[in-house]
């Protein structure tokens, strides 16, 4: 997987890998969930591998390219029974889904190995993490991988981690890792979880 680079015996896991140690503690065979942004379906296979033969996975992208790729993951390992996937932008997560889901989670940027200029943006995350919130169940789990730099720039991460700040805190428990002595702009992991 892209940034999965370290070794296991590293206790402090990069980014990603945290947001998987998250979501697995939370999410139990059955359950649905979702995959915000489905890109090459790295984590919807994690997810459709997690939620077993009864649960749901929602994944979203805004590529075709991006659900294709995805799809023919699922169809290697014969998981795309329990996964729909949705090409339309996760700020109309709303649409599609009934009821309340036990994760969501976000990756955002660019598609690795497609266009750098479509990506996600600070507007149309903001929309979908509102809904996020108010469809996640209580004790479930948002994780949000954020890039920034190079191709991605500043202005989502700035945004985001300037609007996170404000969630109310009598709902939701909301934490944010960074890696404060790396180069280049180290994805950094935000992790929100309903209380009621
Ligand atoms: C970093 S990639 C995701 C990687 C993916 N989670 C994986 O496991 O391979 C970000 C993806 O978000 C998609 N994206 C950008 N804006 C979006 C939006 N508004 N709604 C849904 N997906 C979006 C991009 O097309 C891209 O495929």
Redesign the pocket.
Known sequence: ??LDSKKDTEIIKNSLAQSHEYVTMVVKEGDTVV????????????LARLVGEKGRVYS????SC?IE??REKLEKEGLTERVTLIN????NMDLYIEGKVRTI?F??????G?DHN????AD??EE?LNKAMDIIEKNGLISM?V?YGGDSGFDEKNHIMDYIKHIDSKRFTVMATEFVNQVNCPPILVCIEKLF
């Open positions: 997987m892209r995959d915000a942004t489905a890109g090459n379906g790295n984590d919807t296979l994690f979203f992208d805004i590529q991006a790729r995805t339309d932008s996760h700020h989670m990756n955002l940027g660019y598609l690795p497609g479509i990506d996600t943006k149309s995350t979908a991988v890039y």
